[in-house]
C-alpha cells in the first residue's frame, strides 16, 4: 500500500534552515505529481510546493517563493523541501501528499491529493 513518510522537522530559529524528507513506497513513484502543504493551528491546511513527476513544473505558495525549494530524486522515491530564511509564521505540521492519477502538473489544490503522510512539526521560535 502507499506510504508516505516525512522527516527532518524541528526547532530552528527565525532565518535558519531545516530540510525535510518523504520517503514514498507502494507506488510508481516517478510518475507522480509530489506535494509538500502544512498546517498551523486553527487553520485551513495550505499548499507549500507542488512538483510534478519529472520536476519540470513547480509551484510555490507566495509565502514562501524565494525561501523555500521543494525537489525530488525518483531513483529514491523521495521528495525534499529546503526551507531557508524560516520566519515564526512557518510554523505548522508539515506534510508530504500523493496527487491522484491524471493530474500531470504540479497542483495547488489539497483536493487533487488522496495519500498523506502522518506529518512532522517544524517550529520557529527564539
Known amino acids: 500500500q502507499v506510504q508516505l513518510v516525512e522527516s527532518g522537522g524541528g526547532l530552528a530559529q527565525p532565518g535558519g534552515s531545516l530540510r525535510l524528507s518523504c520517503a514514498a513506497s507502494g507506488f510508481t513513484f516517478s510518475s507522480y505529481t509530489m506535494g509538500w502543504f502544512r498546517q498551523a493551528p486553527g487553520k485551513e491546511r495550505e499548499i507549500v510546493a507542488s512538483?510534478?513527476?519529472?520536476?519540470?513544473?513547480?509551484v510555490y505558495a507566495d509565502s514562501v517563493k524565494g525561501r523555500f525549494t521543494i525537489s525530488r530524486e525518483n531513483a529514491k522515491s523521495t521528495v525534499y523541501l529546503q526551507m531557508n530564511s524560516l520566519e515564526p509564521e512557518d510554523t505548522a505540521l508539515y506534510y508530504c501528499a500523493k496527487a491522484r492519477a491524471g493530474i500531470v502538473g504540479a497542483y495547488r489544490n489539497v483536493g487533487g491529493y488522496h495519500y498523506w503522510g502522518q506529518g512532522t512539526q517544524v517550529t520557529v521560535s527564539s
Open positions: 512538483i510534478n513527476f519529472n520536476g519540470g513544473y513547480i
